[in-house]
Structures are given as C-alpha cells and as structure tokens.
C-alpha cells in the first residue's frame, strides 16, 4: 500500500522558517512528479509547489515564490518543502501529493495527485 507521510510541522512566529517533509513507502515514487498543497480553515485546498521525478523542474505559486523551494531525494524516497519568511497568511494543513500520471505543463492541480498524505499543521503566529 502506497503511502505518504509529512513530518516537520508546527507553531512558529512570523519571519521564522520551517522544513517539511514527505516520506513515501509501499513503492519508488522517483518517477513520480511531487507536490505540496495547503488547506486553511475554511478555505479549498490550493497549491504550493511541485517538483518533477528528476528534481530539475519546479513549479510555485506566486504566494510563496521566492520564499519557498521544493526539492526532492530520490535515494530517501522524500520530497522537501523548505519555508522561510513565514507570514500568518501561510498558516495551512500543508499536505504531501504524488502523481503517477504524465503531463506536459505543470502539476499545479489537485486533480492532478493520485496520492495524498494526511497532513501537517503549520501555524505561524504574528
């Protein structure tokens, strides 16, 4: 069974910086293109960033561009999300995704994953 799971959540002050992680298990996610997501309350959830199997291509939203980087080991089977110059706005449910299915333009659509972890708080307080 497929599985990820995020790490490295939790409460900050704005200006703070955290790194998330996704482990994957249950099968090799190397040639598999990974994302983050985040889901405030009451709000959809909506894109962070997403990295290729190869690790070359990234992708961000304009929110977190120039703050966030995404990357990815292979040999770990874990995709990163570094977070720095945190703002309150970034406080989410930060969630690991991973896409089986092969695109041409970027994996910036939820409907995009076919595997999803369960999540990781991260609230930053101002």
């Known amino acids: 069974q497929a599985q990820l799971v995020e790490s490295g959540g939790g409460l900050v002050q704005a200006g703070d910086s955290l790194r998330l992680s996704c482990t994957a298990s249950?099968?090799?996610?190397?040639?598999?293109?990974m994302g983050w997501f985040r889901q405030a309350p009451g709000k959809e959830r909506e894109f962070v960033a997403t990295?290729?199997?190869?690790?070359?291509?990234?992708y961000y939203a304009d929110s977190v561009k120039g703050r966030f980087t995404i990357s990815r080991d292979n040999a770990k089977n874990t995709v990163y999300l570094q977070m720095n110059s945190l703002k309150p706005e970034d406080t989410a449910v930060y969630y690991c995704?991973?896409?089986?299915?092969?695109?041409?333009?970027?994996?910036?659509?939820?409907?995009?994953?076919?595997?999803w972890g369960q999540g990781t708080q991260v609230t930053v307080s101002s």
């Open positions: 995704a991973a896409s089986s299915y092969s695109y041409a333009g970027s994996y910036s659509s939820r409907l995009q994953y076919n595997y």
């Open positions: 249950g099968r090799t996610f190397s040639n598999y293109a």
């Open positions: 990295i290729r199997w190869s690790g070359g291509n990234t």
